[in-house]
């Protein structure tokens, strides 16, 4: 059964360190989704991404955020300066389609740690 | 952002009993709903999902119901199981107003089923 994959499952980073988060959506969805769930905390929102641009975002994703996809495969999430309330879990999701009611596949996650 | 609450942080039951868990939401544009699973280690997998304009939907051992007056939904599991020990999110999405497919997610419930 295709899954979504996500690299790497844990990373630890220092304040202030641009890090990059990897994502590998099955191969015939057509958007994708960052996540991110702080400990303890709900999963939140951060940005939708189709056909190679932002379909929406959320106030979480402030300018710190930005999204690609650099190839035909990858979908990337990268934090350019990181902050110690930045650690939690990302989550990589696609679908086939921009509706809820279209089945969001999700990743295993990345455990991003700020020291 | 408390648009979506599941109250109950864990559910305890026993194994062949129902398993009840609830979802309130607060923002009446809400018109598509989903329940997820996850386990540890693992992203949120799709479980079930309804549309406003049913107040039910069956599959297999799991069926959710939907009161909109109430704005209230409820996940039922019978028989639980014990592979059925997860943390479980309802979500909801605004489908007729936003084509981004974006999902806000209650707190989660943690059920544990005894065998």
Request: include cysteine.
């Amino acid at each position: 059964e295709p899954e979504v994959t996500q690299t790497p499952s844990h990373q630890v980073t220092q304040m202030g360190q641009e890090v990059i988060l990897r994502c590998v959506p099955i191969s015939n969805h057509l958007y994708f989704y960052w996540y991110r769930q702080i400990l303890g905390q709900k999963v939140e929102f951060l940005v939708s991404f189709y056909n190679n641009e932002i379909s929406e975002k959320s106030e979480i994703f402030d300018d710190q955020f930005s999204v690609e996809r650099p190839d035909g495969s990858n979908f990337t999430l990268k934090i350019r300066s990181t902050k110690l309330e930045d650690s939690a879990m990302y989550f990589c999701a696609s679908s086939e389609m921009g509706l809820a009611t279209y089945e969001q596949y999700f990743g295993p996650g990345t455990r991003l740690t700020v020291t | 952002d408390q648009q979506v609450k599941q109250n109950s942080p864990s559910l305890s039951v026993q194994e062949g009993r129902i398993s009840i868990l609830n979802c309130d939401y607060t923002n009446s544009m809400f018109d598509y709903f989903l329940w997820y699973k996850k386990y540890p280690a693992e992203g949120p997998t799709f479980l079930i999902s309804i549309s406003s304009i049913k107040d039910k939907n069956e599959d297999g051992r799991f069926t959710v119901f939907l009161n909109k007056s109430a704005k209230h939904l409820s996940l039922h599991i019978v028989p639980s199981q014990p592979g059925d020990s997860a943390v479980y999110f309802c979500a909801a999405s605004a489908v007729g107003s936003s084509n981004t497919g974006k999902l806000i997610f209650g707190q989660g419930t943690t059920l544990q089923v005894k065998p």
